[in-house]
Structure formats: C-alpha cells, structure tokens
C-alpha cells in the first residue's frame, strides 16, 4: 500500500501550488529551493535493496527522505554507507507517530474500544442537534467555511498554516479523483467544526481539521469524526488515519498517554481517545549530497533557532 503522499494526484495538486516535483521507483520528490541551493523530500518512502535517487537536472545538497518503515530504513543507511554518504537525523516533516484505526469492525465494536469520555460526548453532541455532513463534491464552494474555522484555530492555538491558496488548490485538484473530502460539523446554522478527509488505496485520513471557539460544549468534534470515519468505512476504507500524535507508553499501565509537556497534548488525548493502535515511524534523514553547501545550511539553521529562542 503506497501513501497518498506518492499518488499521482498529490503530485498533479504539487505542482498546481508551483512546486517542481520528480518521480523514482513510484516515489514522489518535492523540491525546495533554499539559500544555498535545491532540495529534495520524499516523505513516507519505501526504500529497497536496489534503491536509486533520481536523475536530477542540477545536484540538490541534500535530499530528506522519511523511511516508511524499519526495513525501509536499514535499507537507506545501508545505501548511504556503500557510496560513503553522510545520512543526518534530523526534524520531521510528516507526523512521526500516528493513531489508526481498524475501521471494518462493526460500529459497536469501534465505540467499544473508545475511551468511555468519547463514547458519551458522541451521543451528547447528538442529543443536542449537532449535524455533521460530508462533502465530496463542490468543495471549492464549500472552502470558506473550513478556512473561517481554521484561521480561528490557528489564531486562539498559535500556529502556523499554509495560506488560503494552498488548501483551495488542494480540494479542488483532488476532488477530481474524490481523494478529498470536506467533513463539517455544525448546529443552530453555525459550523463548528471541519475536516479535510483525504481517501486512497483503502485509507481515510484526517489531514486537517479545525473547530469554533464557541459551543464547545456541544462537543462537535467527537462527533464529527464518527461520522467521519463511518463515511469512510462506507467509501470501502478499512483504515483510519488520526494524522499525527505525541504519546508515551506507560508499561506500568499498559496505555498510551500524551508526552508531558508538549504543546499537542490536548491534541494528542483526544486522538487517543478514539481506541487506535500507535504507529511509529523510524524519523526523518537528510541524505547529503553536497557536504560544504549542507554545512553551511547547517550553520544557517542553527542560528535562526538561536535567534527564535531568545526572543
């Protein structure tokens, strides 16, 4: 199963949003132009034994890969010892832990398995008349409600987005394939919450997702993605993916629970809540191709961390 991330759609919305991009044993190479030259990423990589880089037009410094799995990984620090590359740890680009869940259990068994808070705000946020619907057609007409919802997100949480464009572009460049879905949660003709579902080869996943700052009692989120993950179940989706989650494992308690002090802990408890399975990818690496350009790179970024810190 190859992520959506190297789906030829997800290339066609790249390189609507202006991003050059390149394709090696089906795997997708975003480039990035930085100071010191071009780099490549390839997220979610599947790296095998006869594994190959690209042919590029202009040598990169370096190209970040995140290895899908442990085998995926070996197989990568094992190309970069043969030709005596240096392979670099470094930040992630896609979430490096995820909850999933099996979604081809019946309802009952699904609901189950969450944690019995989520169970109850799911019916309380029927009782008290919150609708959630999801859209797989017209999103572009639909975009505003999920961006009004999103930039007030961001704005009470602090964080940062893609612009307006980019998630526009998004919706309608896949829509074209129905991979993307608009899920909104909403009550009394106000909109409470919203998803970008995306669907591919058997996986839904949650991509981004925003809420109001207001009604949160009614509990619209809960909600939304039971239902957002019972539409999926009904697309033929047999996984559903929470998209990135910061947890810990207490073997004393044999559970999972959020890191302690980590910004996404709210974030990461109500994943959690959901009853998935922990997922763990083996971390992000820059393959260095141009070791004097990359250091300077290096210096570069470590000063601007000093300087964001200190601020």
Known sequence: MTSFLHSPTWQRFQEAVGRAVLRQDDQLYIQRTLPFGDSFTCSRCRWGTEHRLPRFAKRPFFVRLEPIDERSCRNLQGFAE???????????????????????????????????????????????????????????????????????????????????RYYRTMLRELERDKMAHLVIASAGGEDLAAMILITHQGTATYLHGASGAHLKQLMAPHLMHWRALNFAKDLGCAVYDLWGTNAVYERGAKRWRPRAGDPSAGTTRFKLGFGGTITNYPGTYDLVLRPLYYAAYARLRAWRSRRRAFR
Do not use: C
């Not at 979604?103 to 919150?130: C, D, F, S, W």
């Open 82 to 164: 043969q030709r005596r590359l240096s392979l670099r740890a470094t930040a992630s680009v896609q979430p490096r832990q995820t909850s999933v869940l099996d979604i081809t259990r019946p309802p009952a068994e699904i609901l189950r398995h969450m944690h019995p808070k989520h169970r109850y705000n799911i019916r309380l946020a029927e009782q008290r008349g919150v609708e959630v619907r999801a859209y797989s057609d017209g999103l572009v007409e639909q975009f505003d409600r999920f961006w009004a919802l999103l930039t007030s997100t961001a704005g009470r949480h602090r964080f940062r987005t893609h612009g307006r």
